[in-house]
């Protein structure tokens, strides 16, 4: 009895602990089955295994528990769902991350079936985005199936992947409309509750000829009438196509595609004038709208460069993308051939040129004259060939729905045989007009080379001027002398007449003897004593009158000589 009471101890122990360890290794693998930690930059499916329901026909993702990809997601961290590793399949996908300048083009693979005629989920409402892009949220309130015309936003999005398809690649870039421009907006999908009516647009109301393009507004299927100003826009590409138009001023250059002969004239040493003959090749820029405009004035087919100046209207743009296609559609179709025929039209028929009087002044007022074009007018005129260009291209361009600024024409390249001529002339007037100025010059050259030689020969010219006045003077000092002396012999001419009436001619001869000698003995004293002695102081007889007048002599040269033998003594 005792043995057996012992031997059943040990077996109920051994059942317990067994029991117990099951337990433990039940709550175990309960425990370990049921717990899911996911990762901070990862977002937790499910995909049910064991499921008692099946999915509705059509359907992909689980609402309520059937077999097959759950709408619930797992975010970041530790999740407690019992026998969770059992039931379920655990995927593990990254966070959707979208970065500047790009947005996610979205596909859901569930949801309501897009109704018929629309190829595209329209937009949902910013506000109800985020609300949206939870599947549960989506499915049960009627999100539908296919691409989606709403995108993501540059930022991080915890999606749903099995009902979430996310594209990102270079094609799904924002669309950036830069300063000087606009976007015309193309739809292809309409927005809900929008009354779209077609209204047909014209680029110019002043013309029937303009064209005319039906346009939409925002939010309808085609051409939206009000175009994107610059800015980021995050529209989807499958819904939008937006083509931008240059709305700043635009060149358009019409430039080479020919050969250009030119003449150039020459002056040798001996100042003749000679020509030589050369071609330059004018290629076609790469920048440039197309080649050079040929036009054919008084039979010379002469090539004519212009540029054109052109801006397109913000609100234009859509008609011009509506009718052609973009700026580029209106230059090559329609205003370059229109702009290459009113050219040679104009410069090959009439020109209206301003009047002018003989000396080539304008007339006032102003008058004018329509005569046929010349091929020097391609020069002298060539302002009132822009005008009048320009004035047609205009209309051509408004019915295009583009403005023309400015028409401006180049150089032309005249045939150098009409410009020769000229040129001679123009080279020989220039070259008569150095000739004369270089005569002037060595005029000048000379007049101051004299000047020079009349200063450095001052002094002397002076010195002669001066002996030319001192000799002017004395001739008239002794033309007065001469004169006094004629008046002095007439009186004293007269005098003697008297003397010789009075006292007879012989008388006064012997009076001017004496009167000689005694002015000579005055001169030179020394001769008194050697006349003294030759003329006696006392005459006695002979005639009274000589007489006297050697007495006069004698007493006379006693009296001179009596100081002359004092100072003498004295000595």
Sequence with gaps: M???KVGKVPQTIVTKVIGGGLAAFGLF?????SFVFVDANSVGHLKRIYAFKELPPGRIIAMNGEKGPQAQILGPGF?????VRVIYDIEEYEVVTIPEGYYGQLTTLDG???PSGMFMAPSIPDERVGDMLKAETFLSEGGLRGPQETVLKPGQYRLNRYLFDVRLDENTTATIIPAGHVGVVKSN????????IEEEVSASQASREALTVPLVPRGCVGIWKEPLFPGAYYLNRKAYDVTLVDTRVQTWEYKGGYTKRIIDLSVDQQGNIQQNERSVSEGIPDHAADRAVFVKVEGWDIPLELRALVQVDPSNAPVVVGSVGGLTEIEDRILTPAIRSIVRNVAGASIRVPDRDAEGNLVSPPSFTLRPTRVLDLIENRGALEETIEGLIKVEGNKAGVDIREIRLGE???PPELLVSRLRVQLADQLSTAYERETDAQQKRIETEQARSTADEQ?????????????NQREQERAALGRAERQYLEELARGQRAQVDVLGQDRVALLQALEKLLTSLERKPELVSLVGKLVPNTIVGGDAGMA????LIGSSLSNMQAPQAQRQQGN
């Design 548 to 551: 006297g007048a050697a007495a």
């Design 2 to 4: 005792s043995s057996g």
């Design 412 to 414: 032309p390249a005249i």
């Design 29 to 33: 693998l309960l425990a370990s089955t």
């Design 189 to 196: 999908v309409t927005q809900p509750g929008i009354n779209c």
């Design 459 to 471: 002094p002397r010219l002076v010195e002669a001027q001066i002996a030319v006045q001192v000799a």
């Design 112 to 114: 309501a079936a897009m």
């Design 79 to 83: 999740h407690f769902i019992p026998l």
